[in-house]
């Protein structure tokens, strides 16, 4: 269905995340779901490390 591999919450804020190895590809069906839940102002990343999800979910988008 092309839905992002996880759903975080942390301080009222939801962030929607999918994990793709370094080389990694979306799919087809997964650019035009996270396409089509933007356009609806869900916040979603593509992440390919923990460390950078981590950040995002920290609020450090800025530093990464």
Known sequence: NGCPDMIFMKNGRVVWMEFKAAAGRLSVQQQLRIAELRAHG?????VNEAAVGRAILDGQEDLL
């Open 42 to 46: 869900i916040e979603v990343h593509v």
